[in-house]
């Protein structure tokens, strides 16, 4: 109701204004598919890199050999493949936190750590694939580490806090 409420203000605001709204309308919707279409190839090569990803057992082999080290600073290995899913998908990592509260449930250490991780952090390489591909900048210089520092940090700072407020 309050979306219909918004549009139909927009429109009669157009009208006072003596603004072409349908014109202005059409000329928006022009727009946003030449977005999507400029911004496809970039959409389209993140997600083959994710199915690959998947696909080719890489995860798997991580989640065995760097998991077990991580566990002796507290690091559930369960959520390995979250921290390494979540800067490159959304829909994947909230998939992954899906399925590993499913197993282990919402509300042990491990679903704990999970939920905070995924709130916590963002998707990195999505964002900086469609932000930066959408405006055309080529050279991202320092933004690509500094994203995945900051989602480091936060998946530190997730642990750590779990740790402390719920064992």
Do not use: W
């Not at 979306?3 to 059409?26: A, W």
């Not at 493949?81 to 449930?105: C, H, M, N, Y």
């Not at 900086?128 to 959408?134: A, K």
């Amino acid at each position: 109701m309050i979306v219909l409420l918004i549009c139909m203000l927009i429109v009669v605001v157009g009208v006072i204004r003596k603004v072409p709204v349908f014109d202005e309308f059409v000329e928006g919707a022009k727009h946003g598919a030449m977005t999507t279409i400029r911004l496809f190839p970039f959409i389209l090569a993140m997600i083959l890199a994710i199915n690959t990803l998947q696909g080719s057992g890489l995860l798997n082999v991580l989640m065995d050999r760097v998991g077990g080290g991580l566990e002796h600073f507290g690091f559930p290995r369960e959520v390995l493949p979250l921290v390494l899913l979540r800067p490159l998908t959304g829909s994947g990592s909230l998939a992954v936190t899906a399925k590993i509260l499913e197993q282990q449930g919402p509300d042990s250490f491990i679903g704990l750590v999970a939920s905070t991780i995924q709130g916590s952090t963002d998707t990195t390489f999505y964002i900086i694939t469609v932000y930066f591909g959408t405006i055309g900048i080529k050279k991202i210089r320092h933004s690509l580490m500094t994203g995945l520092i900051a989602d480091l940090a936060g998946v530190v700072a997730a642990v750590f806090v779990c740790t402390k407020l719920f064992t």
